[in-house]
């Protein structure tokens, strides 16, 4: 009875050594791998010859990029958008689109403050009555 214990334990250490388990688990994999079928109707793989599809795919590729050469080949340039003041004279000095932006929103703040500044100083009405220069039938209400 006691050369059956050594070997039982053998057999369960088989049972659960690494090599096993990978092998099971790619048995589970290959088990639960999505079909042909499956996969043309995800769009992974493409209905046809192998040749086929490789040849359509490159030609596609090669259309979009005849396309794409020949809309920059008419593509405007630098001094055209400036000139049609599509791009900021700024962008001609090479300053950053990003400072470009930042320096107009400076600039509005700025003629902003300036603006509130002058009507906060503007005199009213009867001021400018007072003043002649406006008659007082002239004045609005």
Do not use: W, Y
């Amino acid at each position: 009875m006691s050369e059956v214990a050594p070997q039982q334990t053998l057999v369960d250490t088989l049972e659960s050594h690494p090599i096993k388990e990978r092998k099971n688990s790619l048995e589970h994999a290959l088990s639960h791998r999505p079909t042909h079928t499956d996969l043309e109707a995800r769009q992974i793989l493409h209905p046809g010859h192998p040749d086929i599809v490789q040849t359509q795919h490159a030609l596609k590729t090669a259309m979009t990029a005849d396309s794409l050469k020949k809309a920059l080949a008419h593509r405007a340039t630098q001094e055209e958008l400036l000139a049609r003041n599509i791009l900021p004279e700024e962008m001609a000095k090479g300053v950053s689109p990003a400072l470009v932006g930042q320096q107009r929103e400076l600039e509005r703040s700025m003629l902003e403050d300036a603006l509130k500044g002058k009507l906060q100083k503007r005199p009213d009405v009867e001021q400018v009555v007072e003043r002649g220069i406006l008659n007082k039938d002239e004045v609005p209400m």
